[in-house]
C-alpha cells in the first residue's frame, strides 16, 4: 500500500459527482442531458451493490426510488420516454443490464467492444452461428430487420413469442439485445394491457454513422477510456468493482487499469479505511483537488461526436454517493 483515503474524503468527492447535495441537484431535463454528457454514462436509477452515478438520484437525492408513482423524483420518466426519439443520449439496459444513460460521445467505446461490425444484416448471423446470440435473441432482431420499428406487443406477436410460456424468453432475448448493442428502445406506444410499451429498433440503422466511428478504436483504448471515465465518477475501485459493472474478463480490467496507471490517471494500491483490499483511485482524491469535469472523449478535431453518430442527418422522432455501509436498492419497477 503506497497510500490511504479517508471514507469522508471518497463520500465528499461522491457526492459532489452523483450531484446528491442540496443545491447541486439536476432540476430539468436539458440539464440532464447535459450532465449525462459530463460523466459519459450513468444509471437511470441506482442499482444495488453497483457504484455508479444514476439519474434518480441526481433529481431526488439520496433516498431509495420512491414506490409512489407521484413522488416527484419521477419526473425523470418523463424525461427519459419524452426523450427517447431524439437522439440527444443513448439509452437501453446495457450494463449489468440494468437502465443505462449513455453520452453520444461516449457510446462508439461501448460499440467498439460489441459483436457489431457494421453490416446489421450479416452481423448477427455470424454471432448466431459462433454461440453468441440465442435463438431468441436471433428471432427478435430478424423481426426488426425486417418489419422496422415494432413496439414491444408487435414484436414478440411478430418474433412468435408469443405464447404464454415465451414471456420470460422473449424478455431475456430483449436484454441480450439491448446490452450487446444490437436494439434499442427509441419512442413508447400505447399498446398492451398497459398501454405502455417501448418501441424498439435497430442500434445501427437508429444510429447509422456509430458502426463506422465505433470501428476505427481499438478494445483496448475503448476499455481504458471507459475505465477512465468510471474511476473519475467514482473515485476509487477495486478490479472486482470495474468487473462487476461492465462485466470484461479479469485480464481485461486488469490491462486498462495499468494502462491507466502508467499514464498517471490512476494511482494503484491504495488503502480506503474501513475496507478491505486495494484501491485504485484518482489522483485528486489524494492530492486533495477539485474533482475531475468534463469527460475527455470527445474530439476537438472535428465536429461533435453527437454529430459524427447521427448520421447525414436523422429524422427525429416523436448516485448520491453509493454509500459504503448503506448502498442503493433498486426497487420498483425496472424502466
Known amino acids: 500500500m503506497i497510500s490511504a483515503l479517508t471514507q469522508q474524503r471518497l463520500e465528499e468527492y461522491r457526492a459532489d ?59 425523470t420518466w418523463g424525461w427519459k420516454d419524452g426523450l427517447l426519439g431524439e437522439r440527444v ?3 437501453a439496459k446495457v450494463l449489468r443490464r440494468k437502465s443505462t444513460l449513455i453520452s453520444l460521445e461516449v457510446a462508439p467505446l461501448f460499440y467498439a467492444l460489441s459483436e457489431n461490425y457494421g453490416v446489421p444484416d450479416e452481423d448477427y448471423l455470424q454471432a448466431y452461428e459462433q454461440g453468441t446470440l440465442s435463438h431468441e435473441a436471433r428471432a427478435v ?5 425486417r418489419e422496422g420499428p415494432l413496439d414491444s406487443v408487435k414484436l414478440r406477436e411478430v418474433s412468435r413469442l408469443g405464447g404464454k410460456g415465451s414471456a420470460y424468453r422473449f424478455d431475456r432475448a430483449l436484454l441480450e439485445l439491448q446490452s450487446g448493442f444490437w436494439v434499442l428502445p427509441t419512442g413508447v406506444a400505447q399498446a398492451g394491457a398497459w398501454r405502455y410499451a417501448f418501441i424498439f429498433d435497430i442500434v445501427a440503422r437508429h ?28 473515485g476509487a475501485a477495486r478490479n472486482k468493482d470495474a468487473r462487476k459493472l ?16 502508467e499514464a498517471g490517471s490512476l494511482v ?25 469535469g468534463p469527460t475527455p472523449s470527445s474530439d476537438p478535431r472535428s465536429v461533435s461526436a453527437a454529430d459524427r453518430i447521427h448520421g447525414d442527418p436523422p ?17 420498483g419497477p425496472d424502466p
Open 268 to 292: 494503484r494500491g491504495v488503502a480506503l479505511e474501513g475496507q478491505p483490499g486495494e484501491w485504485g483511485v484518482v489522483p485528486e482524491l489524494l492530492d486533495g483537488g477539485e474533482a475531475w
Open 141 to 145: 432482431y430478424e423481426s426488426l430487420l
Open 315 to 331: 429524422a427525429t422522432a416523436s448516485g448520491a454517493p453509493v454509500s459504503l455501509t448503506h448502498p442503493q436498492r433498486d426497487l
Open 246 to 261: 461492465f462485466g470484461w474478463p479479469a485480464q481485461d480490467v486488469e490491462t486498462a487499469l495499468s494502462d491507466l496507471a
Open 17 to 75: 459527482l452523483f450531484r446528491s447535495r442540496a443545491g447541486r441537484r439536476v432540476t430539468h431535463r436539458e440539464e440532464a442531458v447535459e450532465w449525462v454528457k459530463e460523466r459519459g454514462f450513468l444509471f437511470f436509477w441506482p442499482i444495488r451493490d453497483v457504484c455508479l452515478p444514476s439519474l434518480w438520484v441526481a433529481v431526488a437525492g439520496d433516498r431509495l426510488v420512491a414506490e409512489e408513482h407521484d413522488d416527484p423524483g419521477h419526473v
Open 89 to 91: 443520449w443513448y439509452y
Open 207 to 234: 444510429y447509422p454513422a456509430l458502426p463506422d466511428q465505433a470501428r476505427v478504436i481499438p478494445r483496448r483504448e475503448a476499455r481504458r477510456r471507459l475505465a477512465e471515465l468510471y474511476l473519475r465518477s467514482v
